[in-house]
Every structure is written in C-alpha cells, then in structure tokens.
C-alpha cells in the first residue's frame, strides 16, 4: 500500500534537486529504474528485500537503506521497550492497589488520574514535554549531555503516559475477574500474605490475558515512538520515515516498514510463546 500511494503522488522524488534540466531528471529515473512500470519495479523491489537488501536511499545516494535502518531501528526499539517497561510499572501495583480498595479516596482519585491520560494522546503530551523541556526550569541545559539525556527521558516519559493507563484498565478488568473466579477463597483461607496472594496468584492469573494484548499496545507504543522521535528529533524510524515520506524516498519508506511490520510479527510471536507457556504452568499449578 505504501509502494502504490508514493506511485500515486505526482512529481518526481528527484523534482527538488538543483539540477532540474528535464534531461538530469531523465538519467537519474533511469538511474534507479523509476522509468519503468510499477509492477516492475515492484518485483525488483521485492526480489531484492527477499535477499535482504533494499537498495539505496534516493537523499543519500552512497548509503544503503539497510545501513540507515540500522541506525534507526534500535533507538525505536529501545524506546518502546523502556516505555512498556515504566507504563508496566506504574500501572501494575497502581491496578492492585485499586482493586484491592476500590472505594478507597486514593484509588479515586487514582483511577480519575489514569482516564485523564487516556484522554491525551502522546502527538499532544510530547510537544507539551519539549515545551517544558525548552523553559529550561532547572537549569540543566548548560551540560548538552545532561540536555541530551533529558530529552530521551521526556521521550519515554511521553511514550509511556498512554501505556500506563491502558495496563492499568487491563489490569483492573483482569484482577476483578480473578477476585470473582471461584478459586480465590480458597486462596484467602491459605491465610498467606496478602503481598504473595495479590502479585502471586491474583496477578499471576492475569498474565495469560495481558500478554495477549500485548501485540495491539506494541503496535500503538511503536507508532506513538515514531511521532515522539520526530518531536525530540530522536534518530528513530520516526524520522526516517518522515524524511522518506517527504521527499518520497521509496527504498527507505519500505524498508521502514518492513522494520514496523517484522517488529509486530516478532512480539506476536513472543506473545503467543509467553501466553502458552504462562498457562500450562497454571494448569501445572492448578493440578498440584
């Protein structure tokens, strides 16, 4: 789909070059094999990305966009990583704690907290954070270093604002349909601690269904890491994706994808992997 809307788009990805003489602009498609009919060019491409090589970037024509994607996959990765880990941590004994004392004014106040994150998306809290970031309140920006590591900071903290509300709502549901699950008062007449019976057996329980839904977050926190990149101007797929898109670089807009799409693939995987063997040891468990 991303192949035919660039093809759609009139113009060529060369149309902004210095040299417009309509006969350079003739050599360069030739060049690259742009003259020909988009099925061709389709094929070549994808016979190509098969051997795992994409080709070269039409901006920076001495690199190859497998280089480029190298550069730019980790710090994505990386990204996301760090924000599923702070969202999962702020999240889950912010659930427990919920669930346990529901009607408590913390968890009120709490639960009102973590609504209140759905409600900003991470395109509106990133340049919120740059804006803060700018003000310089504490005088951290005299050490670039110091600045520069702030900014990754205020890039997961951004990323991970919509991760931890979402775990948090996931949590609930699953923690209030484990405390309902017929099982449960037998747990509680173990009279073992209640730290161990709440991220022992009630969370436990709960890992199968949150692993589950682990793909569709990766998806949204890899998609909301390409906007935060382009806002902290991080060396992510976001901003060569952006670049790509811009001045229609097909090679390195495909192979950004094919980053996107195998990322996607690859935790469905691990999810599914996680999701098995978490519940064949509870029916383990459940058997003992």
């Not at 710090?75 to 941590?89: C, D, I, P, Q």
């Not at 793909?215 to 909301?224: E, I, N, R, S, Y």
Request: proline residues 7%.
């Amino acid at each position: 789909m991303s192949f035919l809307l660039l093809h759609l788009i009139p113009g060529s990805p060369f149309a902004t070059e210095q040299l417009t003489d309509p006969l350079t602009q003739k050599h360069l498609a030739e060049a690259y094999g742009l003259n020909q009919p988009w099925w061709v060019q389709w094929g070549e491409w994808t016979q190509q990305a098969l051997s795992g090589s994409f080709g070269f970037s039409f901006q920076r024509r001495d690199l190859p966009v497998a280089a480029l994607l190298a550069q730019a996959w980790p710090t994505s990765l990386v990204l996301g990583l760090l924000a599923l880990l702070v969202g999962s941590a702020i999240a889950l004994p912010s659930a427990i704690g919920v669930v346990r004392n529901p009607k408590a004014r913390v968890s009120v106040v709490l639960s009102l907290c973590m609504d209140s994150l759905l409600c900003v998306p991470t395109f509106v809290s990133a340049p919120l954070l740059l804006l803060l970031f700018a003000s310089n309140p504490l005088g951290l920006l005299a050490d670039p270093s110091v600045g520069r590591v702030m900014e990754y900071g205020l890039a997961i903290l951004a990323l991970s604002l919509p991760v931890t509300a979402v775990v948090f709502r996931w949590t609930c549901v699953a923690l209030q349909g484990a405390v309902g699950a017929p099982w449960w008062p037998a747990v509680a007449a173990r009279h073992l601690p209640e730290q161990r019976r709440w991220w022992r057996y009630a969370l436990g329980s709960c890992v199968p269904r949150l692993t589950g839904s682990l793909t569709p977050l990766a998806t949204d926190v890899l998609t909301g890491a390409m906007a935060v990149e382009a806002v902290f101007a991080l060396p992510g797929l976001g901003q060569l994706l952006a670049s790509a898109a811009r001045h229609r670089d097909t090679p390195v807009l495909l192979g950004a994808m094919v980053c996107v799409v195998t990322t996607v693939m690859v935790t469905q995987l691990l999810t599914d992997i996680l999701s098995a063997a978490s519940g064949r040891r509870r029916g383990i468990e459940c058997a003992a």
